[in-house]
């Protein structure tokens, strides 16, 4: 049988739908994922196959959301719970930070916490104020918590099937804005992406950049752009989607800059304290003495989230990180 060409929600929805059917103890709830099928729709039918006893809605509350799936998790269950925006996770903050994540060490490992929190994250679909949010720093900063971000529809399955099956709590992170945006053969049998390990989507020898989530098609748009240019077609750029976001693929970074020996960063969500403020750290620690320039980050501002009109003005974009590329590579 032909393998289908899938969204990324279509992509989530399979994984959901296939590892219900091998595994009796998944169960989804959340804010209108039964009936409706989720804000996006991404459990469409899933209530009517499985009834309500396994796919239900849940009251408007995401602490208690979070406090029933830790419970449920602790006693044999693989709660997916889905928060409708990624604004609304930090309700749940006080239950996966003080309970999901802690349980295994407050326990001594006789209680596991195995739950996913689905989070539709970031901007770029112009919605309001809450719904446009890039928590990754907020989740990947709690010790106990996994954290995956994937920007495609074959990762979306392969990392959904692999958080399922974990053990400890992880944060599903999805890109809404990409959500319908790209399509991609999604294999209908069944395989997991791992979690912490990052993909190289193209090799490069003269800079790598990094990014994760919507930022990895902004990223791959401005090497397209580069090509267009004589001065820089000639660049040979390694580009790594970074997948997860905790635990981070320290080897595969580590490997690519030290060929390379520049480095840009990519993320949608504000520039200080993030992610790749972590992994420029990181890369100063161990490989400052492989580094011909330095590192160049493109983010967010360090403000909220505009509204919708100015939002265009805010979200990093393709043309900042082809700045960024000729920035480092000329320095």
Known sequence: ????????VEAINLALKQEMERDPSVLIFGEDVGKD???FRVTDKLQAQFTEDRVFDSPLGESGIAGMAIGLAMYGFKPVVEVQFDGFYHQMLDQMLQHAARMRNRSRGRYTVPMVVRVPSGGGIKALEHHSESIETFVAHTPGLKVVYPSTP???KGLLLAAIRDP???IFMEP???YRAIK???????????IGVANVLQEGTDITVIAWGAMVREAQAAMENLKTNPTTAQYSVELIDLRTISPIDQAT???SVEKTGRLVIVQEAVKSFGPGAEIAALVAEKLLYSLKSPIHRVAAPDITVPYLQAEQWYLPNAQQIQNAITTVMAS
């Open 1 to 8: 049988m032909e393998n289908p060409k899938l969204n990324i």
């Open 184 to 194: 991609q053969e999604v294999p209908l049998e069944d395989y997991i992406v791992p």
């Open 37 to 39: 099928g989720g804000v």
């Open 253 to 255: 970074i580590f490997a």
């Open 168 to 170: 400890d709590p992880v």
């Open 154 to 156: 074959y990762d979306a």
């Open 176 to 178: 809404k804005r990409l």
